[in-house]
């Protein structure tokens, strides 16, 4: 079945180390998303990708990193940098960045820094 | 600037009582979309309609049913004689004029629905 899949689901941080959130999808999507959820509140963009080898910074893009090396797998490096990187992270894919095209969402991953 | 408002932080339904969630936006674009996602406790946001500002007809899907008034600025979701799995965090986007590959999202509406 074409999906996205997001691993691991739950992650524990010491500070002052970085982790990797993996986001692999094979819906051959062009474009894929980062988006951190805190409680109660809405989706906040991090980073997108339209195409390969190509990323943009969303609206709180501090503290994180990405990298989109092939098509199907847009990593997501927290940082040291990030204050406050306890969160609730999902990565989406749509065909193409156009308005009109929905996106499709993973499970998400839930980090917690100890 | 574009700006999605969904005033309803969380609701609280009987099984089988119709509820109805608001969703208000701003935009100064003439064409745009409009989506629905669901959030169940699992996490996964999942698409549920899009709508595009050129038809405003009211769109109905099973127990699910959609209000676009462009004179209002408003896209509402109606469920119909609610479940309990209908219980869900509902979020209401825009694709943002800014990028065309960025969408603001509502804050979202917890539904809660009681047997």
């Known amino acids: 079945d074409g999906g996205i899949t997001q691993s691991p689901k739950y992650l524990f941080r010491k500070e002052g180390q970085n982790v990797t959130l993996s986001c692999e999808q094979n819906?051959?999507?062009?474009?894929m998303y980062w988006y951190r959820q805190d409680p109660g509140q809405g989706l906040r963009l991090i980073y997108y990708?339209?195409?390969?080898?190509?990323?943009q910074k969303g609206d709180i893009a501090e503290g994180y990193s990405v990298s989109r090396e092939k098509k199907e797998s847009f990593p997501l490096t927290v940082t040291s940098a990030q204050k406050n990187p306890t969160a609730f992270y999902l990565c989406?894919?749509?065909?193409?960045?156009?308005?009109?095209?929905?996106?499709?969402f993973g499970p998400g991953t839930r980090l917690t820094v100890l | 600037a574009q700006k999605v408002t969904q005033a309803q932080t969380e609701i609280s339904v009987v099984e089988k009582e119709d509820v109805t969630l608001d969703c208000v936006y701003e935009?100064?674009?003439?064409?745009?979309?409009l989506f629905w996602y669901k959030q169940p406790p699992s996490g996964e946001l999942v698409f549920l309609i899009r709508?595009?500002?050129?038809?405003?007809q009211n769109e109905i899907s099973g127990r699910y049913s959609w209000n676009f008034q462009k004179s209002t600025s408003s896209f509402n979701f109606t469920i119909t004689a609610s479940q309990v799995v209908d219980s869900a965090v509902y979020f209401c986007?825009?694709?943002?004029?800014?990028?065309?590959?960025?969408?603001?999202f509502g804050t979202g509406t917890r539904l809660k629905v009681l047997a």
């Open positions: 986007a825009l694709p943002s004029t800014s990028g065309t590959y960025k969408y603001i």
């Open positions: 935009t100064r674009d003439t064409t745009y979309y």
């Open positions: 709508r595009n500002s050129f038809d405003e």
């Open positions: 990708s339209q195409i390969v080898n190509d990323f």
């Open positions: 819906l051959n999507h062009d474009a």
């Open positions: 989406a894919s749509s065909s193409s960045g156009l308005s009109y095209n929905e996106q499709f």
